[in-house]
Each structure stands twice: as C-alpha cells, then as structure tokens.
C-alpha cells in the first residue's frame, strides 16, 4: 500500500509541474466521521488527511488524499462489552468541480474513489479484533472561504462508503496552501 501512495504522489507531482497554467494546492485537514451500521449503531473516530490537488481548468481540479486515524471511539454494549472502531488508514482520488461566487469563498463538489482500512476490536474475554478494508464510490460538498492570496479554510461534508450494513461519512474543517 505504501508503493501505491508513493505512485500518486509522484505521478501527481509530475502533472502538477508538467502544467504551467495549474493551481496546485496542498490540504491538510482534520475529519469527525460516522460509521453508521444499519441497526442504528454509530461510531464516531477521527481522521487527518493530505490531499495534493491541481486545476485542470477554470472549474475543474483533481485530488489525491491520503490519511489515517486520529482518534477511535468506543461504545459499551450488553455485560460491559466495549467495541472499538479505528480507521487505520485510507487513499482516494477524486474529481471537484468547483465555483467562486465571489472573490473569497468557492462552493464545490467532489467524486470519486475511496480505499479504507478499519479495525474493529472487542474487550470480550477474547479480546477479538478484526481488520477490514473496501472501497467505494465517494462524494460531497464543500465551502473555502479565502484568509489570503494562498491559503483558505475549508468546510466538507463527504459521504465515503455507502455498502451493505456500513455508512461512513464525515464533516471536516481543513486548511488549503495554493502555490
């Protein structure tokens, strides 16, 4: 996984520089997520995230983000058995057309794909722990209001897996670095 990410890093920053007209930007940014099961359960972890990203046109760009977990949440259920839910890590590549309707704040959207890695763990007796992985069609929506010429804070909503008993969105608050 480490090999995949070192890939879109160099495959981006290559674009990136091949492309004298492109904004590029760096986005560091920090994420309240959901994992939503269908019987109501929720969980509630943390994640941070890079996301290398350049315009493509006047209203297009393209993303590339990797992070991890920052924090996990754990629930007590049924004779004081805790479950944990950690996201390890996750890697995705999106597409955000975006419009400015003024000169400091710019609405977009975002598609596309995102892997995760999650870990879910048990205090049982057993001590049961389980890693999982999957992928899936992500999207959302977001605001940037700019502080200067280069930098602005940004404000998401993204929904990033959506499959069979498991929802994982999130809302997150970042800070993005034209150069």
Excluded at 127 to 139: I, W
Aim: charged residues 20%.
């Amino acid at each position: 996984m480490k090999k995949f990410f070192a890939v879109i890093a160099l495959y981006l920053a290559g674009w990136v520089s091949s492309n004298a007209y492109a904004e590029s930007y760096l986005d560091l940014g920090y994420s309240m997520d959901s994992f939503e099961l269908s019987d109501g359960t929720e969980f509630e972890p943390s994640t941070a995230h890079l996301t290398l990203g350049t315009t493509l046109g006047s209203n297009i760009a393209v993303e590339g983000v990797i992070g991890t977990g920052v924090a996990d949440d754990s629930q007590s259920f049924f004779l004081g058995n805790d479950i944990t839910v950690e996201m390890n890590e996750f890697y995705g590549i999106y597409l955000r057309p975006f419009v400015n309707v003024t000169d400091g704040i710019e609405l977009f959207g975002r598609i596309g794909y995102r892997k995760y890695e999650a870990t879910v763990s048990s205090d049982s007796g057993t001590g049961t722990e389980n890693t999982d992985s999957d992928k899936d069609v992500s999207y959302g929506v977001g605001a940037a209001f700019n502080v200067s010429d280069t930098a602005s804070i940004l404000v998401d909503y993204m929904n990033y897996y959506d499959k069979e008993n498991l929802e994982i969105s999130g809302v997150g608050l970042g800070l993005r670095f034209e150069f």
